[in-house]
């Protein structure tokens, strides 16, 4: 008698599936009661980035201010309503007209053989304080905000 060849087991493409396979995020384990969780270091330098940010603010308007002040008090009057005239010019992005007075000592301090006077100097400031405040005043609330942030001339 011949017997009949017994048939191997051949695996089957399910049988194959089922073997758990390695996840790609690890499985978190449980802490026990009293663990630390350790803080994320993208999370922890958003934070200090936006603590620094904040921080910077205020010195940065400091220094702005501390500089534009020297500029104004430059011991030459001629190239501190110079600058003046410059800082009015740059107004005019936020919709300032020049002031003629500001205009016209601008125009003596660079085309003059004049040295301006100290008079002089302080009218082209009090000219450019005041379109500076009437800017302000016409903008809506929060460009007011950002424009006293950034040109408080007091």
């Known amino acids: 008698k011949q017997s009949a060849p ?72 001629n190239r501190s309503v110079i600058w003046m005239y410059r800082c009015q010019l740059r107004l005019g992005r936020w919709g300032t007209p020049m002031d003629p007075e500001l205009e016209t000592l601008a125009q003596k301090a660079k085309f003059s053989q004049h040295i301006l006077t100290e008079d002089e100097r302080a009218r082209a400031l009090a000219a450019l304080r005041r379109t500076a405040g009437e800017t302000a005043a016409r903008l809506p609330r929060w460009k007011r905000l950002l424009f006293r942030y950034l040109w408080d001339l007091e």
């Open 6 to 77: 017994s048939a191997a087991p051949t695996p089957t493409p399910a049988a194959a599936s089922t073997a758990p396979r390695p996840s790609a995020a690890p499985t978190p384990t449980p802490k026990p009661d009293g663990a630390r969780l350790e803080p994320d270091p993208r999370v922890l330098g958003a934070v200090i980035a936006v603590a620094a940010l904040l921080a910077a603010l205020p010195l940065g308007r400091s220094l702005l201010k501390r500089r534009r002040a020297a500029r104004f008090r430059d011991p030459d009057p």
